[in-house]
Nanobody
Framework: QVQLVESGGGLVQAGGSLRLSCAAS????????MGWCRQAPGKEREFVAA????????NYADFVKGRFTISRDDAKNTVYLHMNSLKPEDTAVYYC???????????????????WGQGTQVTVSA
């Protein structure tokens, strides 16, 4: 089983930037797509971004395209989410996750992911 630990969240003003990190440990072998999802208070968890096992393919939700970038460093077993031009509506708990099955593509939904981390809070003030 893989364990995922997110970090890097915090309070930032609108227009600011943050970089989230997701460190994986345990059974990290295998060719898995990794992703980020988020959940705001009173709302369902939603897909944010995904990156393929090779790092060669990425996918983003429309509401973050052009502002967020997902990347991975397999030597460090770490996935990143670089967030720029943050908006108050980006406020949420951000979760790192791994696709349930290996070789899965980046066109994923929340239900395609498992092995969730504990989440990291991102708060964007107006």
């Amino acid at each position: 089983q893989v364990q995922l630990v997110e970090s890097g969240g915090g309070l930032v003003q609108a227009g600011g930037s943050l970089r989230l990190s997701c460190a994986a440990s345990g059974r990290t072998s295998g060719l898995y797509t990794m992703g980020w999802c988020r959940q705001a208070p009173g709302k369902e968890r939603e897909f944010v971004a995904a990156i393929s096992w090779s790092g060669g393919s990425t996918n983003y939700a429309d509401f973050v395209k052009g502002r967020f970038t997902i990347s991975r460093d397999d030597a460090k077993n770490t996935v990143y989410l670089h967030m720029n031009s943050l908006k108050p509506e980006d406020t949420a708990v951000y979760y790192c996750a791994r696709r349930l099955v290996p070789w899965g593509g980046v066109s994923a939904t929340v239900t395609d992911f498992g092995s969730w981390g504990q989440g990291t809070q991102v708060t964007v003030s107006a």
